[in-house]
Antibody, heavy 119, light 107 residues
Framework: EVQLVESGGDLVRPGGSLRLSCAAS????????MAWVRQAPGKGLEWVAV????????FYADSMQGRFSVSRDNSRNTAYLQLNDLRADDTAVYYCARGLLVDSHFDHWGQGTLVTVSS | DIQMTQSPLTLYASVGDRVTITCRAT??????LAWYQQKPGKAPKLLIY???TLETGVPSRFSGSGSGTDFSLTISSLQPEDFATYYCHQYLTYSGTFGQGTKVEIK
């Protein structure tokens, strides 16, 4: 069974940093791209970033380029999203999702982890 | 960036109704479109990909159509468990974008 479990969400002050993790199981992790999608409270889904199966290619939404960084450790079956210089409007549930390619639909999603940016 | 516009944003319907949600792209995305269902407090669930391919395990009352810039999701006979929010997602390029979401509510 495919499972994606996010962790690392927390309350952080504006300007702070956080690293989110997405632990995967039930499939050949390095054969899939991993994406991050966020959802602000009461709002819609927003695509954040994606990384290819071998980690060689990573892409970001324009508004997050330079502040966020996606990576993966295929030996640990885990993807990461580093969030820097956080702002109040980064407050959201962050989901990881699996895609066959970096430009693909997402067939499995984690349950999400909440990041709250507030002083 | 490619923008996706869904309509309506809220849809009121009854059990047994046939409902259709539309999604329009600002430029052609061929058939690189997916539909997801999301219930409150839960992660999105894939329903349809490549515009019209039903994901394994999804009931056949769900169907998708369209290509280019105009797409639709149809539920042929609305069931109680279908009251949820639906999102379209274009993945022509690696920088995917979602529609605003359509909330299907009980009339």
């Amino acid at each position: 069974e495919v499972q994606l479990v996010e962790s690392g969400g927390d309350l952080v002050r504006p300007g702070g940093s956080l690293r989110l993790s997405c632990a995967a199981s039930g499939f050949p992790f390095d054969a899939y791209a991993m994406a991050w999608v966020r959802q602000a409270p009461g709002k819609g889904l927003e695509w954040v970033a994606v990384i290819g199966g071998n980690g060689a290619r990573a892409f970001y939404a324009d508004s997050m380029q330079g502040r966020f960084s996606v990576s993966r450790d295929n030996s640990r079956n885990t993807a990461y999203l580093q969030l820097n210089d956080l702002r109040a409007d980064d407050t959201a549930v962050y989901y990881c999702a699996r895609g066959l390619l970096v430009d693909s639909h997402f067939d499995h999603w984690g349950q999400g982890t909440l990041v709250t940016v507030s002083s | 960036d490619i923008q996706m516009t869904q309509s309506p944003l809220t849809l009121y319907a009854s059990v047994g109704d046939r409902v259709t949600i539309t999604c329009r792209a600002t430029e052609s995305i061929s058939s690189w479109l997916a539909w997801y269902q999301q219930k409150p407090g839960k992660a999105p669930k894939l329903l349809i990909y490549k515009a019209s391919t039903l994901e394994t395990g999804v009931p056949s009352r769900f169907s998708g159509s369209g290509s280019g810039t105009d797409f639709s999701l149809t539920i042929s006979s609305l069931q109680p468990e279908d009251f949820a929010t639906y999102y379209c997602h274009q993945y022509l390029t690696y920088s995917g974008t979602f529609g605003q979401g359509t909330k299907v509510e009980i009339k």
